[in-house]
């Protein structure tokens, strides 16, 4: 049995995303229907193929249960993926955490190219994943179709996109870009542009930030979204930072690297190599590495 709806589906990197666009409120009885027929079924799906999906727990704290129920965390294995319902679309993103992780901070949500940088059996996974909800969606919806973005180039260097091509492309091939705004909006809350300094950050200013070695770099700030920004600088170069990695002002100190915290992971990551195979003459080595960085970032937190 088919039911008669009208929507559109799409792969992104390591994401899928479904969207209808409905003549009525999105907050009525559509918006009711939509959640119930559409998102439920795809959290069904999900735990069918084994994830383990729970409402999050710091999202019902802070905004309540009605809000968090639009929202799903979870994992399989060591792929990890976020469901999210906002008005007329769903999103279904994955990412991983144990390999190819760039960020300091080893998140590997706001990666860049997460597909190219997910283990062989990782990216299986999640394009295995999505497929399946793909096709169940479109078999049991009569009016929904898969669709094939065209044209879409994501190199990003000499021959391809510079980085504000990139970030122009990245809007306008997102659902919550604002026609108005040439972008997507969300910048004009607290906190989503407070800084590391305790300023604002703002669309279009001249901010600092770290590199990938901790080095201080200046560049551009351009809002992606939640608290997350692009910062460009140079031709080519973009990185995706929160807010709080964000300097507003001069930082001081341009030699000093900021990587206390990488420094501090990787010790704490070696270590525990270390005592898992009982090879405790290194363990005693990285002690007072450990022990020196910890210290480090106690001074600096």
Not at 93 to 98: A, S
Not at 116 to 142: G, S
Request: hydrophobic fraction near 30%.
């Amino acid at each position: 049995m088919t039911i008669n709806r009208q929507g559109t589906v799409r792969f992104g990197d390591a994401a899928l995303y479904i969207s209808e666009s409905p003549e009525e409120s999105v907050f009525g009885e559509w918006g009711k229907q939509f959640k119930r027929q559409v998102f439920k079924r795809i959290v069904q799906q999900l735990n069918r193929m084994g994830w383990e999906l729970e409402v999050p727990a710091g999202m019902i704290e802070r905004y309540g249960r009605s809000f968090a129920e639009d929202h799903r965390i979870g994992r399989k294995g060591d792929l990890q993926g976020e469901l999210e319902m906002t008005g007329r679309c769903i999103e279904f993103k994955m990412w991983q955490d144990v390999a190819n992780i760039t960020r300091e901070d080893g998140d590997g949500r706001y990666e860049f190219d997460k597909e190219e940088k997910m283990p062989y059996l990782l990216r299986l996974e999640m394009e295995r994943t999505r497929r399946k909800i793909r096709d169940y969606l479109c078999n049991v919806f009569a009016g929904y179709e898969f669709e094939i973005v065209k044209g879409k180039s994501v190199m990003r260097g000499p021959g391809h996109l510079t980085a504000l091509e990139w970030i122009e492309q990245d809007y306008r091939n997102c659902y919550h870009y604002n026609q108005e705004l040439g972008r997507r909006g969300g910048d004009e809350y607290a906190f989503n542009s407070k800084s590391a300094d305790g300023g604002k950050v703002t669309h279009g200013a001249k901010v600092y930030t770290t590199d990938y070695n901790g080095r201080i770099i200046v560049g551009t700030a351009y809002y992606n979204i939640n608290n997350m920004w692009w910062v460009v600088s140079g031709k080519y170069g973009l990185r995706n930072k929160a807010s709080f990695e964000i300097y507003t002002s001069h930082p001081g100190d341009l030699k000093r690297k900021r990587n206390d915290r990488t420094r501090l992971n990787r010790l704490e990551s070696e270590m525990k190599k270390a005592v898992a195979v009982m090879d405790f003459k290194r363990a005693d080595a990285l002690k007072p590495l450990l022990l020196d960085a910890r210290q480090k970032g106690e001074t600096t937190a």
